[in-house]
């Protein structure tokens, strides 16, 4: 049983010529590639992580701010009766 012309243009459509896989990465780029990205993601992991700690620095010196301003506001409310009393 002989390939006619007919069934070796069916199996050119079928099968990847060597001009079409060029268009693929090769394993050695796909692997650059990888670690770029794992490079992109180490630093975007330690950017969220140095984030969080501001954040929670941030908020601590919030919560010692608002405590320092309702101690000031009680202060204040005191002397204002003091004041307006006299």
């Known amino acids: 049983m002989a390939l006619t012309q007919k069934d070796i243009k069916n199996l050119a459509e079928i099968f990847a010529t060597k001009d079409d ?3 693929f990465v090769t394993k050695e780029e796909f692997n650059r590639r990888f670690d770029e990205l794992i490079g992109h993601i180490d630093w ?3 950017a969220f992580k140095d984030m969080k700690e501001e954040l929670t620095i941030r908020f601590g010196q919030y919560r010692r ?3 320092q301003l309702e101690d000031h506001e009680k202060r204040i409310q005191i002397l204002e009766s003091k004041v307006l009393v006299s």
Do not use: D, Q, S, V
């Open 21 to 23: 896989l060029e268009r």
């Open 44 to 46: 975007l992991t330690k």
């Open 65 to 67: 701010h608002e405590a």
